[in-house]
């Protein structure tokens, strides 16, 4: 996007433009009612201003943000707004004061506020927008936003060419399927090109149900016509007439904004018969999935769509036989995105980035004990360490980052000593892990690996469909010896057991959730076989984690006798006279940690 | 036609075969559990395993492509049909003492075929109609004891003494414990007996007999 | 079976509800492709699937109740038990269950054990910088209200605060 139009949309027409961000996350801090007291300010003092609804720009640790532009002003971020700040910070701001401020958007003129650059910041400056460039700038809902920005440009460049041609540029650009497995985008597009059918579809995978993971959301909340552009362009190039886009029901806000998008673009001539004049017919349809784990995997996916359960054996793969039997193209949100990109602004700025095997940039979710929690595009093939480390902010005051678990139930966790790896398939692939969906769940000293591992055996064994063996009783049998270890009745013969039996599963599994379920398992045994033997063996939990082997000990000097512990326990567990040092009865103690909270003078500690 | 290559064996398949009509076709034979030809075929108990050109499949679903190479046993193989199968049993409910099939069935000839050690000796004595020694109330080690052994004990009217180890299906011990409840074998012998298998009971075990004395 | 348990399958389904499914079948129209969009459209309006009304979806869409049931079963988002006037959903994810989510939900089970108030476990919501989330639903309006970084205790106070407006 050129300087001039981002400024022009930042700016508007009136004095005075608010940005207020409305998407899934923002709301959930409260950006509703920053929204309305926003408008509240505005009518009471009457200044000739606008609020502009935009995407969310992906750093979540400052929601609730916004940026006001005002006139001969500098854009400025404003970070963890409530409602109440509004009326100061709007105050000041117009009395050129913008102390308070968290950035500044960009600079218009050489005066200095105080106010660091956003571009200045670790967390924005090594991070290269490619799809994500609108993402917080743009008015989701509006496609006359879209098409100011450069959309739908791609599309009638992708229109003007044969489809063979079409897919020769996406073979060029080395785009690979950001979904997971990152298998070449051009050849999936190829091989359904080529199979002959007097109907083919085209589907856009939204299902995104990894724990720690929603750039999907964030995309499709904040630029749905980006992901339409690449839908129809993916249409045109393999010859389908019929596209849906699956998104999971509960994200009902995504699932809005892409159904009104697809309507605006109808209207516009984007979709429909004759697109653009020319002889190529398209309709899409948004399809609100009931939500399960394994619709991500693409038979699944398409036998959701046909009101079905479960996916089946491969091959026919879906681009050969798929929905209702035609040759069907599935692809995933990002990489749509990234299709429309790359025909806007051309092949060159794609491959400018990446490395050898996989161009481009990949969007990904850093979450967990990280002081700045987002999402972060960055090139593929940055470190680990990069990404954790200055572009999140590494671990909060006073912890250590232990690990960090790449690519959800279905990946791994890296330790600490390999956070110079970089991010791309191969490489994490050969570590145990999976660049998945893209997100990355920091595990500070606080966090027990077996325990980490016990839980994404839980997700796995509660999403298995049950159709295949190893995945329905396998995982079953998985959990169950984690459970035991992670109660402290483990034997040292159950980490053997662990490690052939996740193999076996991996190897002999029906579809790719089975297939990768066991990876936190055996990518913890392989990295943190100590805790495992320090479960086992010493029944102790090094983290103390692990309810069945912490107990809550008041410690009877700093004791003063209160009783708040007494009345927060859930359990009736402490007894104690008024002033006299209380005593938890271990046995009825339930570990919920309540104690530990509310005690004001910290005298309660675990062991 | 399309050329496959079975364990050295090239041999001619229609086209949209699947990998398991080509092993027929070549005289080889692989376990398999759930696939019914034409009335079931799903590929979801993954014991009937090959390695295609080196990956993993299973052969009952998984179609043949020219040229491929096809190996139906090797060491690997041969593991993973074993824990597959070991999961099978540990959902089955293994109670051969009391069942109709007396002996006859798809998992018992399995586990011996691939040496799965789940299966009791109940499911052989049975097959030669002979009287059940526990239902006599006598301690027999029957429903504890890896099946193979041809059942000399019971042919000779004696109890099993257990010679061939001890059932490795956690869901076995549970039945098998009620069964001798049931009929009335006192815990004490049948502590006795079992010390066939360990010379001090293991915990886990002795927490099981507790258990189910004690409901 | 019982008698008891006879007349409590055996009750014959309410004409408005009866209506309300044929309405929706007939939006959608009669197919098992609908199948899913059908069941989420009841769900709306019911807050769960009772089994009478499936064996009605059943014999409209003639596709058999154990698909439906297949169907119903398989994905998280329907309910084939009553809830109660409030509905808990404790964010399981990776971030949330890291800081303790699996603490506040116990916490939460223990407070509302006698209030017509259902704890569930959820997926992730995505808004894993606020973890420990808690979504309520109210069943009664549909508003949903989002609870971030949880402890025990304040999931305590947010059981009491929802138990106190509970229409006896």
């Known amino acids: 996007m050129s300087k001039y139009s981002l400024h022009e949309i930042i700016y508007g027409h009136h004095d005075l433009r608010v940005h207020v961000p409305i998407s899934s996350c923002t709301l959930a801090t409260g950006a509703q009612e920053v929204y309305r007291a926003i408008e509240d300010y505005i009518k009471r003092t009457g200044v000739s201003a606008e609020i502009h609804r935009v995407g969310c720009m992906g750093l979540c640790f400052l929601d609730p943000w916004i940026m006001i532009a005002g006139k001969n002003l500098p854009p400025a971020i404003y970070a963890n707004v409530k409602p109440l700040d509004v009326e100061k910070i709007l105050d000041r701001y117009l009395s050129e004061d913008l102390s308070g401020a968290y950035a500044l958007r960009f600079r218009i003129d050489d005066k200095d506020y105080g106010i660091p650059l956003l571009d200045d910041k670790p967390e924005w400056k090594y991070q290269v927008r490619f799809v994500s460039r609108n993402c917080g700038i ?121 159904e009104k998008a697809v309507v605006e673009a109808r209207k516009k001539g984007f979709l429909g018969e004759k697109i653009l004049g020319t002889s190529f017919n398209f309709d899409i349809e948004v399809y609100r999935s009931a939500g399960a784990f394994v619709c991500g995997e693409e038979t699944a996916l398409i036998a959701a769509i046909e009101g079905r359960a479960r996916p089946r054996q491969r091959p026919p793969y879906p681009a050969v036989s798929g929905l209702w039997g035609k040759p069907t193209l599935v692809n995933n949100v990002e990489t749509l995105a990234h299709v429309a990109t790359i025909f806007q602004v051309g092949v060159e700025e794609f491959t400018k980035y990446g490395t050898e095997k996989s161009k481009g940039t990949k969007m990904f979710c850093v979450t967990g004990a990280v002081k700045r929690t987002g999402v972060y595009e960055v090139p593929v093939g940055t470190t680990i360490k990069k990404l954790v480390y200055e572009l999140a902010g590494g671990p909060i005051e006073g912890r250590k980052v232990k690990a960090v678990q790449v690519g959800g139930p279905s990946g791994g966790c890296i330790p600490f000593n390999l956070f110079d790896l970089e991010l791309d398939y191969e490489t994490l692939q050969a570590y145990g892990a999976i660049m998945g969906s893209g997100g990355l769940v920091v595990i500070d000293d606080s966090g027990c690996m077996v325990n980490v591992a016990k839980y994404f055996t839980d997700f796995t064994l509660a999403e298995s469909c049950g159709k295949c063996l190893p995945c329905r009783v396998g995982m079953k049998i998985m959990n169950d010896i984690l459970g035991r270890i992670v109660n402290g009745e483990g034997d040292v013969s159950d980490i053997e057991v662990l490690r052939d039996l996740g193999v076996s599963i991996i190897k002999t599994s029906l579809c790719g959730l089975g297939g990768s379920a066991p990876n936190p398992v055996l990518s913890t045994l392989r990295y943190f076989d100590n805790e495992y033997r320090e479960h086992i063996e010493n029944r102790k939990c090094p983290a103390k984690v692990c309810p069945k082997l912490v107990t809550y000990v008041i410690i009877n000097e700093k004791c003063r006798g209160c009783g708040v512990c007494a009345r927060q326990c859930p359990a009736n567990a402490i007894t104690g006279a008024a002033g006299k040092p209380h005593y938890i009865d271990s046995s009825k103690c339930v570990r919920c940690g309540a104690c530990l909270i509310s005690c004001p003078f910290g005298a309660i500690e675990k062991t | 036609m399309v050329k496959v290559k079975v364990n050295n064996v090239e041999i001619d398949v229609p086209p949209g075969s699947y990998i398991i009509d080509a092993i027929e076709k070549a005289g080889f034979k692989v376990p398999l559990l759930c696939y019914l030809q034409d009335l079931f075929n799903e590929a979801t108990c993954r014991i009937c395993i090959v390695k295609a050109n080196g990956r993993i499949v299973p052969s009952c679903r998984f179609p043949v492509q020219e040229g491929m190479v096809i190996t139906t046993s090797d060491d690997e193989l041969s593991k993973m049909r074993k824990i597959n199968f070991e999961l099978v049993l540990a959902t089955h409910n293994i109670i051969c003492w009391n069942c109709y099939r007396k002996g006859s069935c798809l998992l018992v000839s399995l586990s011996k075929e691939l040496g799965v050690e789940g299966i009791p000796v109940c499911s052989e004595c049975s097959l030669y109609g002979d009287l059940c ?44 414990l009620r069964f001798y409840k049931e009929n009335n074998i006192k815990k004490e012998d049948l502590e006795a007996i079992t010390r066939i298998f360990w010379p001090i009971l293991p915990s886990r075990f002795q927490n099981l007999i507790r258990e189910v004395y004690m409901q | 079976m019982s008698r008891v348990e006879i007349s409590k399958i055996e009750y014959a389904i309410e004409t408005d509800v009866l209506r309300l499914v044929e309405t929706i079948i007939s939006k959608h129209g009669c197919n098992r492709s609908k199948l899913i969009p059908i069941l989420q459209d009841i769900q709306n309006e019911l807050k769960y699937l009772p089994r009478k009304v499936l064996e009605v979806v059943s014999s409209k869409l003639g596709v058999p109740i154990s698909d439906i049931i297949s169907v119903a079963s398989f994905y998280h988002q329907f309910r084939l038990e009553p809830v109660g006037e409030y509905v808990f959903q404790v964010c399981f994810g990776t971030a949330c269950y890291l800081r303790g989510a699996s603490n506040v939900y116990e916490a939460l089970k223990l407070a509302t054990s006698k209030v017509s108030i259902t704890v569930e476990k959820a997926r992730c919501f995505g808004c894993c910088s606020l973890a420990p989330v808690v979504m309520v639903i109210s069943t009664r309006t549909g508003e949903k209200y989002i609870h971030g970084r949880l402890n025990t205790n304040d999931a305590r106070k947010i059981a009491l605060k929802y138990s106190a407006t509970i229409r006896k």
Request: net charge positive; glycine share 12%.
């Open chain 1, 138 to 258: 743009i008015d989701p809902e509006s496609i006359d936003e879209y098409i100011r920005t450069g959309g739908y440009e791609g599309l009638r460049k992708a229109l003007k060419m044969k489809p063979e041609e079409v897919i020769e540029v996406v073979r060029k650009s080395g785009l690979r399927g950001r979904g997971g497995a990152g298998f070449p985008t051009w050849l999936k597009w190829k091989i359904t090109y080529e199979q002959k059918s007097d109907e083919k579809y085209v589907i856009c995978n939204g299902d995104e149900g990894d724990p720690g993971a929603f750039m999907n959301r964030l995309l499709a909340e904040s630029d749905p016509h980006r992901v339409v552009e690449g839908l129809i362009i993916a249409a045109y190039a393999v010859g389908a007439t019929k596209g849906y886009i699956f998104v999971r029901a509960e994200k009902p806000l995504m699932a809005d904004r892409l």
């Open chain 2, 133 to 176: 020694l526990v239902k006599q109330g006598i301690p027999c080690l029957g429903p504890l004891t890896i099946a193979g052994c041809e059942a000399e004990c019971t042919k000779q009217n004696a109890p099993c003494i257990g010679c061939r180890g001890f059932v490795s299906s956690t869901s076995t011990w549970r039945n098998a």
